[in-house]
């Protein structure tokens, strides 16, 4: 439909327009579409897809789909009090049932929410399950942490010393003895046990300093060696002063974080830990005969 018929823009000729629905019947066919029974479907196809409306899951076979259909119907005019009877709103053939667009737009739209309350009721019971489950793993963990640092704490108060694992290569390293929790922040230890469900009075021990530096995945223990990769003067002292590719031993972890304390020239000092690289691992190289063979 044009709106002018000089073909302008934005312009609108309501004269133009209204002729042009005269011409086509729209009204016409607007009200047959409206006061007829335009849609229709087959008894089964109508059930199975208006069945969300029966208290009960469906059909088997054509004698139940009709009376499915006619169940269906009957709950909806009871449910949304039609004026107009059956006769007026649908009609049931041979095999198909015809019914108006109201009808179509009321069936829809009780279809509609009632997928939408059964898509709710399943994500409720599924998000239950889920939480369920991972509180149980939560309580688990929290219980078993909490009963280990009430063991700690006792053989600490006991004066109980902790033993470590045998030697040998594959060996692994005595626990790290807790520290009290006097020397941290007492606020931020009660916070963390109120929300692990630990108790407060009875906070959980917090591990020393590790005695090993660790870089690239690689474990290093101390003392080791490491090259400055920069130029770097420690505090105000002119004598502490590292130049970049010095070669500097590093003997322990230092109070500041991410700080290393490094020994040099007779000095003690803590440098930044970004200032230095670690020395590359040694390349084997195999020692060839004169003959030009290997004696590996």
């Not at 059930?47 to 054509?62: D, E, Q, T």
């Not at 667009?101 to 409720?124: D, G, K, M, V, Y």
């Not at 006991?158 to 007492?186: F, K, L, Q, R, T």
Request: with cysteine; hydrophobic share 35%.
């Amino acid at each position: 439909i044009r709106s002018n018929s000089s073909e302008e823009r934005d312009c609108f000729d309501a004269a133009c327009v209204a002729k042009q629905l005269r011409s086509m019947k729209v009204l016409e066919t607007t009200q047959l579409f409206v006061s007829g029974l335009p849609h229709f479907a087959a008894f089964g196809d109508f059930a199975i897809r208006y069945a969300c409306l029966l208290p009960r899951k469906m059909i088997s076979s054509p004698e139940v789909a009709l009376s499915d259909c006619h169940k269906i119907l009957q709950r909806l005019q009871d449910e949304c009090r039609l004026s107009s009877g059956p006769h007026v709103n649908w009609a049931f053939g041979t095999d198909s049932i015809f019914f108006r667009e109201n009808i179509r737009q009321l069936l829809e739209e009780h279809r509609f929410s009632s997928r939408n309350r059964a898509a709710t009721l399943i994500q409720s019971h599924v998000r239950r399950r889920l939480a369920q489950s991972k509180y149980r793993v939560i309580k688990q963990v929290n219980l078993d942490h909490g009963r280990s640092s009430r063991q700690s704490l006792e053989r600490l108060a006991n004066g109980e010393a902790m033993m470590g694992y045998g030697g040998g290569m594959d060996a692994m390293p005595p626990p790290i003895p807790p520290v009290p929790p006097s020397h941290y922040e007492m606020e931020l230890v009660k916070r963390t046990c109120h929300i692990h469900g630990l108790d407060v009075d009875v906070p959980p021990p917090i591990p020393a300093t590790r005695p090993y530096a660790v870089k690239g995945g690689v474990r290093l223990n101390f003392p080791h060696h490491r090259i400055m990769k920069q130029n770097y003067q420690s505090g105000s002292d002119r004598n502490a002063v590292f130049m970049k590719g010095e070669r500097i031993t590093v003997v322990g972890p230092s109070s500041r974080r991410g700080y290393l304390i490094v020994e040099h020239r007779g000095m003690t000092v803590n440098l930044p830990g970004s200032a230095m690289e670690v020395l590359p691992p040694p390349i084997a190289t195999e020692s060839r005969g004169y003959d030009g063979t290997s004696d590996l």
